[in-house]
């Protein structure tokens, strides 16, 4: 991860094919509003461990290598991480590949794969060279992190931590995605999900202590059966969550403005949260206070002495 989060990016100047390099603890003295009072947030270049975005990368819409530069360009102090999803990065020629991960990386963000490990499971049947192989590749390809899901997948807890001390070996920092609907992951309908049933948050969080123990870098909440396709959120299930884990080691899966409107109210503005590229503007202005709903405006705010 070191070698990823570098102090410095480069930002255009307003003349063609210049750039300047400057450390993003200067982000804010290099903004031409920064006398305007916001929330204090943890800056990008210590690591953030609080109030990390994750944005997904091609899957509901393309992302190429120029406008995600120019995303990140913009937006990029607001942005730790880049993830893909549904396998998407398995379908790009390697040079392609290979330049949107450089691109994440030359603005300091880490590289995800998303959960596409449990199609590399089912289809090798957990066969171990098979998956060292996955593993391998994503290493020599860029990928930081690997998201280890498995919604469609009936995988005993042992296995599943096994996986994750297996994937830190290959030197990649596992990232379990655990949930309480079975079936999650797949878009399935509201009537789907409930005729599967949910699990009680209480397997969760045994789960992602264990993931913990084992080595898991963080745990991602998988939004399904909780805020997403259901008829009513299970906020309970949240609380429980929240309650029970480190703030610093859970990310919400939150790809909808509702839903981390709702996080960034409960828990705060360093709430850890992953959101689609296209809203990372919207949640930005919510963590710093400035803008918001009717119910958000003026009502997100941080304390100074917080900061570590």
Known sequence: MASVLKNSRSLRTGLPGATRTFSSSSHRSSLPFAFLPSNSLDPKHSRRQKGITEIRGPYY???TKTYLDELLSDWGEYVDGVKFAGGAFSLMPEDRLKGLIEVAHKHNCYVSTG??????????????DVVSKYLTTCKNMGF??????????????????????FT?????????????????GGDASIEELESAGTRDPKWLIDRANLFLQAGAHMIMIESEGITENVKSWRTDAISAITSALPAEKIMFEAADPDVFAYHIQNQGARANLFIDHSQIVQLACLRKGIWGTGGTFARVVTFEGAQK
Do not use: Y
């Open 61 to 63: 819409a393309p992302v």
């Open 168 to 184: 830190a070996k290959h030197g990649l920092m596992p990232k379990p995605e655990v949930g309480i609907q079975w079936g999650a």
């Open 115 to 128: 959960g596409f490990i449990e199609r590399v499971l089912s289809a090798s049947a957990g066969n171990k």
């Open 144 to 165: 930081d992190v690997l998201e280890i899901s498995s919604g469609f997948l009936s995988i005993p807890t042992d296995d599943w931590a096994s996986l994750i001390e």
